[in-house]
């Protein structure tokens, strides 16, 4: 199945309010756990998150590493208002703050200690701008963690995978999903994304039925 390309951003404020509220718990504290397994040297620093949405991965991030500081990324106006609600809430707001920017337009090269993305680069229609982007902001030297959905080989697959994992939740959100589904990348597209901008220091894992992880060490 060919890719199909989703909006790039979540900006519909009822989306975004869906998605706030969605419980990825499991998901999101478990990219925190496999940054801290797999670096688990980093304990200070600039923790850059590209594609932040509503902010539970920068909160988790900042309760893990009480000594790193994040900066969230997202060009969606009511997801950074969501998340800034709730590092409000999480009274994390001196360690956490946030851009309004497509990560496209930041500016800044080698600024950031560590770069980590959950569910980005999916919505991405030119992929090696997000991979661009990831290698211009950190500094030599620094741990990258990058996470998304794996596109199914038929859309019955994507419907399947939906029906699994999102059975009782809002519409918005099971729509969101296989649409997410059929925009994102294969593993072997991943691997040929990081051959062509040079990153293929990074590894690749499939790590369950739908998510694939991208990390190491940028230099
Ligand atoms: C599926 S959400 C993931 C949010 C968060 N990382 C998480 O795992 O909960 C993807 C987010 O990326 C944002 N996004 C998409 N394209 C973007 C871009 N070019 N620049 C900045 N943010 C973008 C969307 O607005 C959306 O909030």
Redesign the pocket.
């Given at each position: 199945m060919e890719r199909i390309l989703e909006p790039?951003?979540?900006?519909d404020p009822e989306q975004?309010l869906v998605?706030a509220r969605a419980d990825?718990e499991q998901?999101?504290q478990g990219?925190v756990d496999r940054f801290r397994e797999y670096f688990p040297e980093f304990t200070e620093g600039h923790i850059l998150?590209?594609?932040?949405?509503?902010?539970?991965?920068p909160v988790r991030f900042a309760r893990a590493l009480p000594s790193c500081r994040i900066t969230?990324?997202?060009?969606?106006e009511p997801?950074v208002r969501l998340a800034e609600e709730a590092v409000r809430e999480a009274g994390l707001s001196n360690r956490i703050t946030f851009r309004c920017?497509?990560?496209?337009?930041l500016a800044g090269v080698s600024t950031v200690d560590a770069a980590i993305?959950?569910?980005?680069l999916?919505?991405?229609p030119n992929p090696l701008?997000?991979w661009h982007k990831l290698r211009l902001a950190v500094k030599p030297g620094s741990p990258v963690l990058v996470?998304d959905l794996l596109r199914p080989e038929s859309p019955e697959e994507a419907q399947v995978i939906v029906d699994r994992y999102a059975s009782g939740a809002p519409d918005i959100l099971r729509r969101?999903f296989y649409n997410?589904l059929l925009a994102a990348f294969t593993e072997d597209e991943i691997g040929s994304q990081l051959a062509r901008m040079n990153l293929t220091r990074l590894l690749i894992d499939v790590v369950d039925d739908r998510h694939w992880v991208v990390s190491g060490i940028i230099h």
């Open positions: 790039e951003l979540m900006d975004a998605y990825f998901e999101n990219f998150d590209l594609g932040c949405g509503p902010g539970d991965i969230g990324v997202d060009a969606s997801m920017e497509r990560f496209q337009d993305s959950n569910s980005l999916h919505h991405v701008q997000f996470m969101d997410s």
